[in-house]
């Protein structure tokens, strides 16, 4: 009986060491993706010409499925959303995105990272600007 439980709990480590094992080499293949998918901006994301640059591209590739200014179309609207980091934009309008029967495409295979950067830099800028503050008099 005493040999029944010791092989049962030695059985038990074993496979719990496996699946640390595959637990730790699932967090590094996380963290490689993570780090690959998200470059560093070329330049000034903040840069009045890059978002103008990025806004002509956006009428070309985007307004489509997102209306003018980000305003919606096909796609829920963009503008004034605070949710989306450089680091998210950069990525979907990079691989694509699935959303129910919604398909955003790949846009790595025909646009170029500096020019995708200036489309992240004018959809960034369209998010919701801060009230203005009430004039005293």
């Not at 993570?34 to 070329?42: F, I, K, N, Q, R």
């Not at 997102?66 to 990079?94: C, E, M, V, W």
């Amino acid at each position: 009986m005493a040999y029944r439980s010791s092989e049962r709990a030695h059985s038990l480590l074993s496979r719990a060491g496996f699946f640390g094992v595959v637990f730790a080499g699932c967090l590094s293949a996380m963290a490689a993706v993570a780090e690959e998918s998200s470059p560093t901006p070329p330049f000034n994301l903040t840069d009045p010409q890059i978002i103008d640059e990025g806004r002509v591209q956006f009428a070309q590739t985007c307004v489509y499925c997102h209306g003018n200014a980000g305003s919606g179309g096909k796609a829920g609207p963009i503008s004034g959303r605070t949710d989306l980091t450089q680091d998210y934009l950069f990525t979907t309008i990079s691989n694509g995105k699935r959303a129910g029967s919604l398909v955003m495409p790949t846009w790595k295979d025909s646009l170029d990272e500096p020019t995708i950067w200036k489309l992240v830099a004018y959809v960034l800028s369209l998010q919701a600007k801060p009230a203005p503050e009430a004039k005293t008099q």
